[in-house]
Protein backbone atom coordinates (compact mmCIF):
# COMPACT_ATOMS: atom_id res chain seq x y z
CA UNK A 1 0.00 0.00 0.00
CA UNK A 2 1.45 3.55 -0.90
CA UNK A 3 0.95 6.06 1.69
CA UNK A 4 0.03 9.66 0.43
CA UNK A 5 1.48 12.42 2.59
CA UNK A 6 -0.95 15.35 2.93
CA UNK A 7 0.65 18.35 2.59
CA UNK A 8 1.24 20.31 6.04
CA UNK A 9 -1.76 22.72 7.13
CA UNK A 10 -0.13 26.88 6.83
CA UNK A 11 0.48 27.85 10.13
CA UNK A 12 -1.99 29.91 11.82
CA UNK A 13 -2.29 33.23 10.65
CA UNK A 14 -0.13 32.54 7.79
CA UNK A 15 -1.73 32.45 3.93
CA UNK A 16 -4.84 33.52 5.66
CA UNK A 17 -3.14 36.73 7.15
CA UNK A 18 -3.94 38.63 3.09
CA UNK A 19 -7.62 37.65 3.53
CA UNK A 20 -7.82 38.80 7.44
CA UNK A 21 -9.27 42.97 6.66
CA UNK A 22 -11.93 41.63 4.23
CA UNK A 23 -13.10 38.62 6.59
CA UNK A 24 -13.25 40.92 9.52
CA UNK A 25 -14.46 43.95 7.54
CA UNK A 26 -17.62 44.89 9.70
CA UNK A 27 -15.39 44.14 13.34
CA UNK A 28 -16.04 47.93 15.16
CA UNK A 29 -12.20 48.06 15.43
CA UNK A 30 -12.13 52.26 15.93
CA UNK A 31 -15.04 51.88 18.75
CA UNK A 32 -13.56 48.69 20.71
CA UNK A 33 -10.35 50.59 20.54
CA UNK A 34 -12.74 53.82 21.90
CA UNK A 35 -13.98 51.44 24.53
CA UNK A 36 -10.23 50.65 25.37
CA UNK A 37 -8.83 53.70 25.93
CA UNK A 38 -11.97 54.62 27.90
CA UNK A 39 -11.29 52.42 30.33
CA UNK A 40 -7.00 53.01 30.20
CA UNK A 41 -7.83 56.82 30.82
CA UNK A 42 -10.39 55.72 33.87
CA UNK A 43 -7.46 53.40 35.14
CA UNK A 44 -5.06 56.61 35.02
CA UNK A 45 -3.77 55.82 31.54
CA UNK A 46 -4.57 58.99 29.16
CA UNK A 47 -3.65 59.82 25.46
CA UNK A 48 0.04 60.36 25.07
CA UNK A 49 0.78 57.10 26.54
CA UNK A 50 3.47 54.57 25.28
CA UNK A 51 0.94 51.66 24.40
CA UNK A 52 2.38 48.11 22.85
CA UNK A 53 -0.72 45.66 21.54
CA UNK A 54 1.00 42.23 21.81
CA UNK A 55 -0.81 40.09 19.19
CA UNK A 56 -1.02 43.08 16.98
CA UNK A 57 -2.39 41.00 13.66
CA UNK A 58 -2.96 43.49 11.03
CA UNK A 59 -2.76 46.42 13.54
CA UNK A 60 -6.41 47.59 13.13
CA UNK A 61 -6.97 48.72 16.78
CA UNK A 62 -3.42 50.45 17.26
CA UNK A 63 -3.97 52.41 14.96
CA UNK A 64 -7.01 53.94 16.15
CA UNK A 65 -5.46 53.87 19.72
CA UNK A 66 -2.38 56.12 17.53
CA UNK A 67 -5.90 58.16 16.05
CA UNK A 68 -6.33 58.58 19.56
CA UNK A 69 -3.25 60.07 20.57
CA UNK A 70 -1.28 56.89 21.97
CA UNK A 71 2.09 56.48 21.17
CA UNK A 72 1.78 52.87 19.87
CA UNK A 73 4.02 49.87 19.29
CA UNK A 74 2.98 46.71 17.99
CA UNK A 75 4.15 42.87 18.46
CA UNK A 76 3.10 39.59 16.88
CA UNK A 77 4.01 36.10 16.00
CA UNK A 78 3.12 36.35 12.43
CA UNK A 79 5.20 38.20 9.72
CA UNK A 80 2.66 37.75 7.29
CA UNK A 81 0.31 39.59 9.90
CA UNK A 82 2.75 41.98 10.04
CA UNK A 83 3.36 42.58 6.08
CA UNK A 84 -0.43 43.58 6.49
CA UNK A 85 -0.17 45.62 9.52
CA UNK A 86 3.09 47.35 8.31
CA UNK A 87 1.10 48.85 5.21
CA UNK A 88 -1.96 49.90 7.42
CA UNK A 89 0.40 51.92 9.34
CA UNK A 90 2.03 53.43 5.77
CA UNK A 91 -1.44 53.80 4.24
CA UNK A 92 -2.48 55.97 7.50
CA UNK A 93 1.03 57.50 7.51
CA UNK A 94 1.24 55.60 10.97
CA UNK A 95 4.93 56.39 13.22
CA UNK A 96 4.12 52.91 14.60
CA UNK A 97 6.43 50.17 15.15
CA UNK A 98 5.82 46.53 14.79
CA UNK A 99 8.10 43.82 16.24
CA UNK A 100 8.15 40.17 14.87
CA UNK A 101 7.84 38.42 18.13
CA UNK A 102 5.99 35.42 20.05
CA UNK A 103 4.71 35.43 23.35
CA UNK A 104 7.52 33.62 24.29
CA UNK A 105 9.96 36.55 23.62
CA UNK A 106 7.79 39.38 25.03
CA UNK A 107 11.33 40.48 27.41
CA UNK A 108 13.19 41.04 23.51
CA UNK A 109 9.88 44.34 23.30
CA UNK A 110 11.00 47.63 24.16
CA UNK A 111 10.16 48.20 28.18
CA UNK A 112 9.16 51.54 29.86
CA UNK A 113 5.50 50.67 28.58
CA UNK A 114 2.34 52.73 30.11
CA UNK A 115 0.37 49.89 29.05
CA UNK A 116 0.28 46.32 27.10
CA UNK A 117 -3.19 45.60 25.30
CA UNK A 118 -4.02 41.89 24.03
CA UNK A 119 -7.17 42.17 21.86
CA UNK A 120 -9.66 39.63 20.23
CA UNK A 121 -8.97 36.92 22.25
CA UNK A 122 -5.41 36.23 21.22
CA UNK A 123 -4.27 35.28 24.74
CA UNK A 124 -6.37 32.62 24.05
CA UNK A 125 -3.44 31.32 21.33
CA UNK A 126 -1.19 31.09 24.22
CA UNK A 127 -1.06 26.87 24.84
CA UNK A 128 0.45 25.25 27.53
CA UNK A 129 3.12 24.16 28.81
CA UNK A 130 3.31 28.10 28.45
CA UNK A 131 0.92 29.55 31.04
CA UNK A 132 -0.75 32.66 31.69
CA UNK A 133 1.42 33.78 34.70
CA UNK A 134 4.61 33.47 33.01
CA UNK A 135 3.14 34.89 30.12
CA UNK A 136 1.80 37.86 32.58
CA UNK A 137 5.14 37.51 34.15
CA UNK A 138 7.27 38.88 30.78
CA UNK A 139 4.81 41.24 30.04
CA UNK A 140 5.14 43.30 33.44
CA UNK A 141 8.76 43.49 32.86
CA UNK A 142 7.69 45.64 29.68
CA UNK A 143 5.50 47.97 32.05
CA UNK A 144 6.59 50.81 34.10
CA UNK A 145 5.48 50.73 38.07
CA UNK A 146 1.64 50.86 38.06
CA UNK A 147 1.35 50.33 34.27
CA UNK A 148 -1.29 48.01 32.75
CA UNK A 149 -2.15 44.72 31.10
CA UNK A 150 -5.49 45.01 29.43
CA UNK A 151 -6.96 41.95 27.36
CA UNK A 152 -9.99 40.22 26.54
CA UNK A 153 -10.36 36.64 26.52
CA UNK A 154 -12.52 33.86 25.81
CA UNK A 155 -14.99 32.42 29.20
CA UNK A 156 -14.27 29.27 30.17
CA UNK A 157 -18.42 28.74 31.10
CA UNK A 158 -19.37 30.34 27.52
CA UNK A 159 -17.21 28.08 25.64
CA UNK A 160 -18.63 24.95 27.44
CA UNK A 161 -22.50 26.19 26.97
CA UNK A 162 -21.35 26.41 23.32
CA UNK A 163 -22.32 23.16 21.01
CA UNK A 164 -19.74 22.08 18.17
CA UNK A 165 -19.87 24.94 16.10
CA UNK A 166 -19.27 25.55 12.10
CA UNK A 167 -19.25 29.27 11.09
CA UNK A 168 -19.39 29.80 7.06
CA UNK A 169 -18.11 34.18 6.47
CA UNK A 170 -18.82 35.02 2.67
CA UNK A 171 -17.30 38.45 1.06
CA UNK A 172 -17.34 39.78 -1.95
CA UNK A 173 -14.54 42.68 -3.64
CA UNK A 174 -15.51 43.01 -7.51
CA UNK A 175 -15.51 39.90 -8.93
CA UNK A 176 -13.54 37.87 -6.23
CA UNK A 177 -15.21 36.00 -3.61
CA UNK A 178 -13.86 34.55 -0.55
CA UNK A 179 -15.35 32.18 1.24
CA UNK A 180 -14.18 30.67 4.82
CA UNK A 181 -15.69 27.92 6.87
CA UNK A 182 -14.49 27.79 10.40
CA UNK A 183 -15.47 24.17 12.51
CA UNK A 184 -14.63 23.99 16.03
CA UNK A 185 -14.32 21.33 18.01
CA UNK A 186 -14.26 21.60 22.24
CA UNK A 187 -11.85 19.31 24.05
CA UNK A 188 -13.38 19.94 27.41
CA UNK A 189 -11.33 18.18 29.75
CA UNK A 190 -8.24 20.03 28.19
CA UNK A 191 -9.35 23.23 27.92
CA UNK A 192 -8.85 23.20 24.36
CA UNK A 193 -10.21 24.18 21.43
CA UNK A 194 -9.30 23.37 17.50
CA UNK A 195 -11.04 24.86 14.96
CA UNK A 196 -10.43 24.04 11.06
CA UNK A 197 -10.69 26.77 8.90
CA UNK A 198 -11.25 26.23 4.87
CA UNK A 199 -10.85 29.17 2.70
CA UNK A 200 -11.72 29.55 -0.99
CA UNK A 201 -10.89 32.73 -2.93
CA UNK A 202 -12.85 32.50 -5.99
CA UNK A 203 -12.19 35.07 -9.11
CA UNK A 204 -15.50 34.46 -11.35
CA UNK A 205 -15.74 30.59 -11.11
CA UNK A 206 -12.41 30.36 -10.94
CA UNK A 207 -11.17 28.84 -8.00
CA UNK A 208 -8.17 30.81 -7.03
CA UNK A 209 -7.31 29.45 -3.79
CA UNK A 210 -7.91 26.46 -1.16
CA UNK A 211 -6.24 25.83 1.61
CA UNK A 212 -6.70 24.99 5.34
CA UNK A 213 -5.40 26.25 8.91
CA UNK A 214 -5.83 24.85 12.12
CA UNK A 215 -6.00 26.83 14.97
CA UNK A 216 -5.36 25.39 18.52
CA UNK A 217 -6.61 27.83 21.70
CA UNK A 218 -6.61 27.11 25.03
CA UNK A 219 -9.49 28.70 27.33
CA UNK A 220 -9.78 29.68 30.73
CA UNK A 221 -12.33 30.05 33.65
CA UNK A 222 -12.50 33.46 35.20
CA UNK A 223 -10.92 32.45 38.37
CA UNK A 224 -7.88 30.95 36.56
CA UNK A 225 -7.38 34.22 34.81
CA UNK A 226 -7.72 36.37 37.97
CA UNK A 227 -5.43 34.01 39.78
CA UNK A 228 -2.64 34.21 36.59
CA UNK A 229 -2.95 38.47 37.42
CA UNK A 230 -2.11 38.29 40.71
CA UNK A 231 0.71 35.52 40.47
CA UNK A 232 2.59 37.26 38.09
CA UNK A 233 2.54 40.59 40.59
CA UNK A 234 -0.67 42.55 39.04
CA UNK A 235 -3.72 43.74 41.22
CA UNK A 236 -7.01 43.07 39.01
CA UNK A 237 -8.71 46.32 39.16
CA UNK A 238 -11.66 45.67 36.28
CA UNK A 239 -13.40 42.61 34.97
CA UNK A 240 -15.60 43.48 32.63
CA UNK A 241 -18.36 42.01 29.53
CA UNK A 242 -16.14 43.24 26.75
CA UNK A 243 -17.87 46.63 25.21
CA UNK A 244 -19.31 47.29 28.41
CA UNK A 245 -18.55 49.13 31.56
CA UNK A 246 -21.14 48.72 34.02
CA UNK A 247 -21.96 45.64 35.22
CA UNK A 248 -20.06 42.00 36.22
CA UNK A 249 -19.70 39.37 33.49
CA UNK A 250 -21.99 36.21 33.93
CA UNK A 251 -21.22 32.64 32.78
CA UNK A 252 -22.98 33.60 29.64
CA UNK A 253 -20.70 36.56 28.48
CA UNK A 254 -18.35 35.15 25.88
CA UNK A 255 -15.74 37.70 25.73
CA UNK A 256 -14.87 39.12 29.30
CA UNK A 257 -11.85 42.10 29.82
CA UNK A 258 -9.96 42.47 32.42
CA UNK A 259 -7.72 45.06 33.44
CA UNK A 260 -4.34 44.61 36.01
CA UNK A 261 -2.31 47.42 37.19
CA UNK A 262 1.62 46.29 37.65
CA UNK A 263 1.70 46.48 41.37
C1 LIG B 1 -7.53 36.67 16.46
S1 LIG B 1 -6.02 37.40 15.93
C2 LIG B 1 -6.14 38.99 16.73
C3 LIG B 1 -5.29 40.04 16.06
C4 LIG B 1 -5.57 41.46 16.53
N1 LIG B 1 -5.27 41.62 17.95
C5 LIG B 1 -7.00 41.86 16.24
O1 LIG B 1 -7.72 42.24 17.19
O2 LIG B 1 -7.40 41.84 15.06
C6 LIG B 1 -4.81 36.58 16.93
C7 LIG B 1 -3.41 37.08 16.70
O3 LIG B 1 -2.55 36.42 17.63
C8 LIG B 1 -1.32 36.17 17.00
N2 LIG B 1 -0.66 35.09 17.72
C9 LIG B 1 -1.03 33.79 17.79
N3 LIG B 1 -0.16 33.11 18.55
C10 LIG B 1 0.77 34.00 18.99
C11 LIG B 1 1.92 33.90 19.81
N4 LIG B 1 2.29 32.75 20.34
N5 LIG B 1 2.64 35.02 20.04
C12 LIG B 1 2.25 36.22 19.52
N6 LIG B 1 1.19 36.36 18.71
C13 LIG B 1 0.45 35.26 18.45
C14 LIG B 1 -1.71 35.79 15.58
O4 LIG B 1 -0.62 35.86 14.68
C15 LIG B 1 -2.82 36.78 15.31
O5 LIG B 1 -2.34 37.95 14.73
Known sequence: MTS????????????????YDLLYAEKPYAREAEYISALLASHGVKPGGRLLDLACGTGRH???????????????????????????????????????????????????QDAVVCMFSAVNYLLPPDTLAALFGRIRTRLRRGGLLVLDHWNGFAVLAQSE????????????TVLRIARSRTQTMEQRVEVAYNYMVLRGDVVEQDFEERHQLAFHFPNEMRRAFVEAGFKVEAELPFLEAARAPTAQDFHITVVGRAV
Request: no cysteine; hydrophobic share 45%.
Open 4 to 19: RKRKPAPAAFSRSAAL
Open 62 to 112: LLEWERLGFVVAGADASADMLDVARANAKARRSKATFHHRAFAQVEELPGG
Open 165 to 176: ATRVVKKAVGDT
